[in-house]
């Protein structure tokens, strides 16, 4: 099972960008899809976007979509997500996730619960 680490969250001006990090550790991490998830509180956790165990696929959240870019580097076996013209919404907890799989099918890898592996989540704060 591959271990997962995430960085990059802090307090961020509503317009700003953040970029995330995950790096993962154990596994073969070319066999894994990746997934960013995130948290607010009070609600559920939610999907925000997935890439493809070899980065040809990539696929976002409609809440997300054009202000997102996720993507890995199979050598350094981490997995970015950029965002860009942050709201106050983006605020929430934000966590790396790992499957093992070779099945690219959106209604599964945009559950929580395909996911083998999470990080411990790092935390994005948009300010007005």
């Known amino acids: 099972q591959v271990q997962l680490v995430e960085s990059g969250g802090g307090l961020v001006q509503a317009g700003g960008s953040l970029r995330l990090s995950c790096v993962a550790s154990?596994?073969?991490?070319?066999?894994?899809?990746f997934g960013w998830f995130r948290q607010a509180p009070g609600k559920e956790r939610e999907f925000v976007a997935a890439i493809r165990w070899d980065g040809r696929n990539t696929n976002y959240a409609d809440s997300v979509k054009d202000r997102a870019t996720i993507s890995r580097d199979n050598a350094k076996k981490s997995v970015d997500l950029q965002m860009n013209s942050l709201k106050p919404e983006d605020t929430a907890v934000y966590y790396c996730?790992?499957?093992?799989?070779?099945?690219?099918?959106?209604?599964?890898?945009?559950?929580?619960?395909?996911?083998?592996?999470w990080g411990q989540g790092t935390q994005v704060t948009i300010s007005s």
């Open positions: 996730a790992a499957m093992g799989s070779f099945t690219w099918v959106r209604t599964v890898y945009t559950l929580p619960k395909a996911y083998d592996s």
């Open positions: 154990g596994g073969f991490f070319s066999n894994y899809i």
